[in-house]
């Protein structure tokens, strides 16, 4: 039986101004290592290492990492996902959920200052859980802790594994624990899958909605473009297999069948809790994609050797794929120098495919970790003399464009926005390029027409530039009458007047 007894929550963390993930990671650190996180933390910073140097992913450049996890949790039929964090979070994540289409409604247990102290809110929760938990709508109930929640201890890992057959997935998704969205979604496909997995171990479960696969399948890891795992599937079909699902899995069913593969070909190199749990079911883990002409040869072979096809069939669906690829890349070939930066994982992969249709890539930028299962792709792509940086910071992807000043800088929003500044054309890489198909003989020509087409806008920048001069930039942008006035008095005031609250606010910690 449960605790009744709420427990004692160490809600230091959330005292004070201006907590959140733009200060105090420090604090909550701290705080959330006193109160009974250290193993999860420790677990986080092993899977999602930080750059070597105190880097920028010590808190979020991007988006919130939590909405990782929340776009798992929404995408998932008879998946109910709650979040517990902070008000102006919370909205945050929910507005950008129903932003990129969210058709479900997102559970959300508010807190105050005196249910965090007190216990209450993990009560809340529970009532929450339960509230929600009926099998006849649901198969999993995931519930996420935020940044203050996490922080002060809140422990989801009381909650009970499953209330009336519905699995209760609890995760801490904080800012300063997971360092992108990227990872945020390994987080909760790796909780789901060692669910899973747990379940499989005990005792038969439900096969996948349309049966159980005739072929030996592949599992396919990382979101991808809806066209890829059905142009994968026909690159597989000559060694006698087949794709498997693709994890983060719409429904919980396909968790089963994910694990149930002959391999996992992890196209997405950061799934790393997603990769122990594959590991732990001993399925053998291929890294790097079916991307370009050599992309393909390698990881056929690759996914060959894994699943143990004979070197006949791995050759038969080499040749059935290689020429056609060759043909297309030679038929669509890209010319200009590109600087490419991203924070989805595929950043490497979308890089060789833009190499091996001729265009002069020299930089690469991922907010993603280094892992093995990107070895291969970096290597390949440092061979070609592409630099490659791992865990970049905005900072580093706008040298980058400095540096090189590109015919097209690919980028995420403010190294797009930078670079059209610079009359430099640009594309934003989650909506434009990684919502292409990549794989095989559909991907290898998808991505020259938008490319060559924005590399041929140059001179309309050129032209818009002459045009506005220098109008309406910094202090002056926007619209006005005339030309604002500055006032340099105002800023010198607040300028002092800011120094002298960190001034008191320094005093009064050192008091305290
Ligand atoms: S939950 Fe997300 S938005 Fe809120 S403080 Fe943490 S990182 Fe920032």
Redesign the pocket.
């Known amino acids: 039986m449960n605790d009744p007894r709420p427990p004692q929550f160490k809600a230091d963390a959330t005292q004070g101004d201006g ?4 200060s105090g990671k420090s604090e909550m650190l701290a705080a959330a290592q006193q109160a009974g996180k250290s193993e999860v933390l420790e677990q986080y910073a092993r899977d999602y290492p930080l750059a070597a140097e105190a880097g920028p992913h010590d ?2 450049q991007s988006m ?3 909405f990782g996890s929340l776009r798992v949790g929404l995408r998932m039929r008879r998946t109910a996902t709650i979040l517990s ?2 008000a ?2 919370v909205y ?2 929910t507005f950008t959920s129903h932003f990129y289409g969210a058709r479900r409604s997102v559970g959300y247990v508010p807190f105050n200052s005196e249910t965090l102290v007190t216990g209450k809110l993990f009560e809340d929760i529970r009532d929450a859980v339960h509230k929600e938990a009926d099998p006849a709508r649901y198969d999993a109930v995931v519930i996420i802790n ?3 929640p996490t922080a002060s201890g809140v422990p989801l890992q009381l909650l009970p594994k499953q209330i009336n057959g519905v699995r209760i997935i609890g995760i801490d ?4 624990g997971v360092p992108t969205h990227a990872e945020a979604k390994d987080v909760l496909a790796g909780a789901m899958l060692r669910y899973a997995r747990e379940e499989a171990a005990a005792g038969p479960v439900a096969a996948p909605r349309n049966g159980r696969a005739q072929l030996p399948t592949i599992t396919l890891l990382g979101e991808m473009f809806p066209a890829d795992p059905v142009g994968i599937g026909m690159m597989l079909a000559p060694m006698g297999l087949a794709a498997g699902p693709v994890v983060p899995t719409r429904e919980w069913r396909e968790l089963y069948a994910a694990l149930d593969c002959a391999a996992v070909a992890a196209i997405h190199p950061f799934y790393t809790a997603s990769i122990r749990e594959f590991e732990a079911a001993v399925r053998p883990v291929v890294g790097s994609a079916p991307v370009g002409h050599d992309g393909t040869e390698a990881w056929l072979q690759a996914i060959g050797n894994a699943a143990n096809v004979p070197q006949a069939r791995i050759d038969a669906a080499k040749n059935a794929m290689l020429p056609a690829i060759r043909g297309v890349l030679a038929k669509a070939p890209i010319k200009g120098r590109i600087t490419l930066s991203g924070y989805e994982g595929s950043e490497l992969l979308v890089a060789r495919l833009l190499v091996e249709s001729g265009a002069d890539v020299r930089y690469v930028g991922s907010a993603c970790p280094r892992t093995v299962w990107s070895d291969a792709d970096r290597e390949w792509l440092e061979a070609k003399g592409v630099r490659v940086q791992f865990r970049a910071s905005l900072e580093q992807d706008l040298a980058a464009v400095d540096e090189f000043r590109p015919d097209l800088a690919i980028g995420t929003t403010p190294v797009v926005q930078a670079a059209k500044q610079a009359s430099i054309p640009s594309l934003y890489f989650t909506n434009l390029i990684s919502a292409r198909p990549l794989m095989g003989p559909a991907g290898a020509g998808s991505l020259a027409q938008v490319i060559n087409a924005a590399i041929a806008n140059k001179t309309r920048f050129d032209t818009m530039k002459a045009f506005f001069g220098d109008v309406g930039s910094g202090d002056k942008a926007g619209v006005w009458e005339g030309v604002p006035t500055e006032h340099p008095g105002f800023r010198e005031q607040t300028r002092k007047k800011i120094i002298r609250l960190q001034k008191k606010l320094e005093q009064e910690s050192m008091g305290s």
């Open positions: 907590i959140g993930c733009h808190q979020p919130c990492p939590a964090g902070s102006c979070c945050g994540l935020l940044c203050v998704v904080p800012g300063f």
